[in-house]
């Protein structure tokens, strides 16, 4: 009879599933498969550059760089006068422009992907600082952020691509050490918020140390924002890199991009609109698929919207 007792005791003792965690793990999974028409649209204008430029070398019918002045400006079908070998037409040099295409979009991502990566590394780590621990540490790393506002970015672009060789790592260290203040900011004014939560204060009683919280409580809580701040950035300096490429302060030859591509057929708009109006067209796209991709991310990731539903 003891023993019984025992173990109806152990069993009372035994703790409970918790149900709203399963309830949490069902509603992520249902939103991620309940994509909207814009999360799809964001999913192709995305994927299919992404997947261009991973096979360029394999899907290029020609080297890029190659020049044929006997083919030049000839029109992408299925205007009259077209070549099948060229499906999308040539420039003013003959060099091929489907073949630019995918050679720029592994340069225009690139830039745009770990110029993001920089910038947002930098960003977040003072944000997290600064939001959470406050005080001296706030106002100097705040301090150093205004002193960047106070600055026109893209003045401070050009300023060092100036002094600097414009090539493709330059471009990208600039952009990124530019663009890091956006970061800093926002995810300094949402960890203000997230550090003043109950189950922060309570990991503080609990005695978890400051660099603890920070990543498994607050951090996760600010991705979100991140997230989207950084598919916001993505698309940015996609169209930066273009302007300054077309300004010749960019990427160089004999590197390709989108935005070099776009300064090579400004002057033939009128006879040979295709030179420029298909890259053109592959930055319109695929920054529109960015930001609709980061739209939807927000609404799978965002544990408040979670709660609501």
């Known amino acids: 009879m003891a023993e019984s007792t025992s173990l109806t005791s152990v069993k009372d003792e035994a703790p409970a599933p918790n149900p709203s965690r399963g309830r949490r793990s069902r509603s992520w999974k249902a939103r991620l498969r309940r994509i909207p028409i814009g999360g799809w649209i964001g999913i192709i204008c995305v994927g299919v550059p992404a997947l261009a430029a991973l096979l360029a070398p394999w899907l290029m019918p020609h ?16 205007l009259e006068g077209y070549d099948s070998a060229h499906p999308l037409g040539t420039d003013n040099l003959g060099r091929d422009i489907l ?28 944000g997290l600082l600064s939001g959470y621990y406050g005080r001296w ?8 952020v205004d002193a ?27 952009l990124g050490i530019t663009n890091w203040v956006i970061y800093a900011r926002q995810i300094r004014t949402e960890v203000l918020e997230v550090r003043e939560r109950q189950f922060v204060k309570a990991a503080q009683n609990f005695g978890e140390n400051g660099p603890k919280i920070l990543l498994r409580h607050v951090l996760p809580n600010v991705l979100p924002t991140f997230i ?16 300054l490429s077309f300004l010749g302060l960019g990427v160089q030859p004999p590197d390709i991009s989108w935005g070099l591509m776009l300064t090579t057929g400004r002057d033939y708009l009128a006879d ?9 067209l592959a930055i319109t796209l695929t920054v529109l698929g960015i930001l609709l991709l980061g739209d939807w991310l927000r609404d799978v990731l965002d544990p408040r919207l979670a709660v609501r539903q």
């Open 137 to 144: 540490v706030d106002a100097v790393l705040m301090r150093v």
């Open 148 to 174: 960047f506002l106070a600055i026109p970015s893209v003045l401070l672009v050009l300023v060092i691509l100036g002094v600097l060789s414009p090539d493709l790592w330059t471009l990208i260290f600039v």
């Open 63 to 78: 080297p890029p760089a190659e020049i044929n002045s006997t083919r030049a400006l000839l029109p992408p079908m299925p």
């Open 99 to 126: 073949s630019r295409l995918l050679a720029g979009a592994r340069v225009s991502l690139m830039v745009g992907l770990l110029s993001v990566v920089l910038a947002g590394a930098i960003g977040l780590t003072v």
């Open 228 to 243: 989207v701040l950084s598919t916001l950035g993505v698309a940015t300096v996609i169209v930066v890199e273009s302007s």
């Open 272 to 280: 040979a609109w295709w030179v420029s109006t298909l890259p053109g």
